[in-house]
T-cell receptor, first 114, second 112 residues
């Protein structure tokens, strides 16, 4: 099955700096890569996603890049703000009969210091 | 409904008792998923439904765990003879298409 590795596990930045979180996946047939943000005590919420037919996608201060050859994808947050502080999870789909199932990375705790 | 509803939001149970956790997905979402999140940990896949059938139940930790879905809608996750290691937040999600998950708020299960 799919295996997703996520780094770093914790990340601390100053307000206004950029933050980058990286993930690798194992199943070359994976074709959908979402990112979720989970604030303390709340449910994970989708913030951006990318499909395997594109290499980059942006939404205001958030961008995701995908390198299919290397099987890795990254989340980039620019001009970070304290409200960006949360746990971020990357995920990937597998292939075959379970291609709806997302396999998640173990998460990155991002702290943005004012 | 407007979102994915889970009940109860919190459940404290004694070791050895059975518990039932309920998930009411977004109307029209054909796929439903159960995940488990232990304190400070990631999202552990348990089981996935497409309609009323479960093509992938590979994440269920033991035969004490079971789940069903009826009418292509509500799902129930049952844990029999609960153990302390079952304590976690159980999250349900639904989707209408590949990958587009909407999560519920979860059920926090505490086994004492």
């Amino acid at each position: 099955g799919e295996n997703v590795e996520q780094h770093p596990s914790t990340l601390s930045v100053q307000e206004g700096d950029s933050a980058v979180i990286k993930c690798t996946y194992s199943d070359s047939a994976s074709n959908y890569f979402p990112w979720y943000k989970q604030e303390l005590g709340k449910r994970p919420q989708l913030i951006i996603d990318i499909r395997s037919n594109v290499g980059e996608k942006k939404d205001q201060r958030i961008a995701v890049t995908l390198n299919k050859t290397a099987k890795h994808f990254s989340l980039h947050i620019t001009e970070t703000q304290p409200e960006d502080s949360a746990v971020y999870f990357c995920a990937a789909t597998g292939s075959g009969g379970s291609n709806y199932k997302l396999t998640f990375g173990k998460g990155t705790l991002l702290t943005v210091n004012p | 409904g407007a979102g994915v509803s889970q009940s109860p939001s919190n459940k404290v149970t004694e070791k050895g008792k059975d518990v039932e956790l309920r998930c009411d997905p977004i109307s029209g979402h054909t796929a439903l998923y159960w995940y488990r999140q232990s304190l400070g940990q990631g999202l552990e896949f348990l089981i996935y439904f497409q309609g009323n059938s479960a093509p992938d139940k590979s994440g269920l930790p033991s035969d004490r765990f079971s789940a069903e879905r009826t009418g292509g809608s509500v799902s129930t996750l049952t844990i029999q003879r609960t153990q302390q290691e079952d304590s976690a937040v159980y999250l349900c999600a639904s989707s209408a298409f590949l990958g587009g998950y909407t999560f519920g708020s979860g059920t926090r299960l505490t086994v004492v």
